[in-house]
């Protein structure tokens, strides 16, 4: 079976929170088993629960229409680093990594730089990042943190930064629905190694 993703902190367009980064995700990598994973997971999403509980109160254990809780945290890395308390409090440290949908087609302003606080107005500028000083952070998370993957990390228009990213660090970067919903795009894509890993969603029909 795939590797479970629990979808455990959601912020960005979910909500109305500082973060501008979308999903937060857990993966229990070293369970040996389905079950075990699934027990992993759920045990680190409960102690996560109890942590948000005490740092920010019990309206902050509200959970996201994604099932994730959205803590008033004042940046990513107060979100990754939540998750690293609650990880290693069970038990799981090195066994359970950490996944990142940034969504950065939402944090995208006109001017081609990317706004990590678009969602507090008024809004002064000061956390706006060119593509490199954006590359730059995501280099320094997976330093600190065990990323695995990134999904979207960049504009799905801006390859150079993909190609860039992939050059810095060695975890998969997810390209997201427009190249679910485009096959014409994800051959282009494949060839140029612009990313290094799909997102599929497979459809039943029964």
């Not at 995700?25 to 389905?34: D, N």
């Not at 994730?68 to 409090?89: S, T, W």
């Not at 997201?176 to 459809?203: H, M, Q, S, W, Y």
């Amino acid at each position: 079976m795939p590797v479970l993703a629990f979808n455990v902190i959601n912020e960005g367009s979910h909500t109305h929170n500082n973060l501008a980064m979308q999903e937060f995700m857990i993966l229990p990598v070293g369970a040996s088993t389905f079950a075990k994973a699934l027990r992993m997971g759920s045990e680190v999403y409960h102690t996560l629960k109890g942590i948000i509980k005490t740092k920010y109160g019990q309206v902050a254990c509200n959970v996201c229409d994604e099932g994730g809780f959205a803590p008033n945290v004042q940046d990513n890395k107060e979100g990754l680093a939540l998750l690293m308390d609650a990880i290693e409090k069970d038990g799981y440290t090195g066994k359970t990594k950490i996944g990142m949908d940034v969504a950065t087609f939402e944090v995208l302003p006109k001017d081609a730089k990317y706004d990590l606080n678009f969602n507090n107005q008024p809004n002064d500028g000061a956390h706006v990042l060119s593509a490199q000083g954006l590359c730059e952070l995501y280099k320094e998370y997976v330093k600190y943190f065990p990323i695995v993957f990134i999904e979207v990390p960049f504009d799905q228009d801006d390859w150079s930064s993909w190609v860039s990213l992939q050059s810095l660090v060695n975890i998969q970067l997810v390209g997201g629905d427009f190249l679910v919903t485009n096959p014409r795009r994800t051959a282009e894509v494949i060839p140029k190694k612009e990313c290094n890993t799909l997102l599929l969603k497979v459809k039943i029909c029964l």
